[in-house]
């Protein structure tokens, strides 16, 4: 695949990892206390996993372009904790949650290898 088909397909993968989840995590009970904490953190790293995406798209340079992945990947990673600690909490029973988890860990696994791709690339 070349660079800027993959740029298409990891942007359009992320986008709608980050619609699909708030579309689950906007039908919770919001009165279930440790239900709502997990939810809005999740929100605040999915959502940043696309921003900085999104971000990485605009960057002035390679290195800038390394430094947005790492931030999304960083916040791939965060999501991941959060998506297992509901799956292992049964906080959310059968709802469409480790269809998502596998969907994150995905994009992590590309990130976290496009990121040390890029890295030996600037080296080499």
């Given at each position: 695949?070349?660079?800027?088909?993959?740029k298409?397909?990891?942007?359009?993968?992320?986008?709608?990892?980050?619609v699909?989840?708030?579309?689950?995590?906007?039908?919770?009970?919001?009165?279930?206390?440790?239900?709502?904490?997990?939810?809005?953190?999740?929100?605040?790293?999915?959502?940043?996993?696309?921003?900085?995406?999104?971000?990485?798209?605009?960057?002035?340079?390679?290195?800038?372009?390394?430094?947005?992945?790492?931030?999304?990947?960083?916040?791939?990673?965060?999501?991941?904790?959060?998506?297992?600690?509901?799956?292992?909490?049964?906080?959310?029973?059968?709802?469409?949650?480790?269809k998502?988890?596998?969907?994150?860990?995905?994009?992590?696994?590309?990130?976290?290898?496009?990121?040390?791709?890029?890295?030996?690339?600037?080296?080499?």
């Amino acid at each position: 695949m070349d660079q800027g088909k993959f740029k298409v397909e990891i942007v359009n993968r992320v986008y709608r990892l980050t619609v699909n989840s708030l579309r689950l995590l906007n039908s919770i009970s919001w009165r279930e206390v440790a239900l709502s904490v997990i939810a809005k953190q999740l929100i605040r790293s999915i959502t940043s996993i696309g921003a900085n995406v999104a971000e990485a798209q605009g960057a002035v340079s390679n290195k800038d372009f390394i430094n947005f992945l790492s931030y999304a990947f960083k916040s791939s990673n965060e999501s991941l904790y959060w998506w297992n600690l509901l799956i292992d909490t049964e906080l959310m029973q059968d709802q469409g949650v480790e269809k998502l988890l596998m969907e994150t860990r995905e994009i992590d696994n590309i990130l976290g290898a496009s990121i040390i791709t890029l890295k030996k690339k600037q080296k080499g």
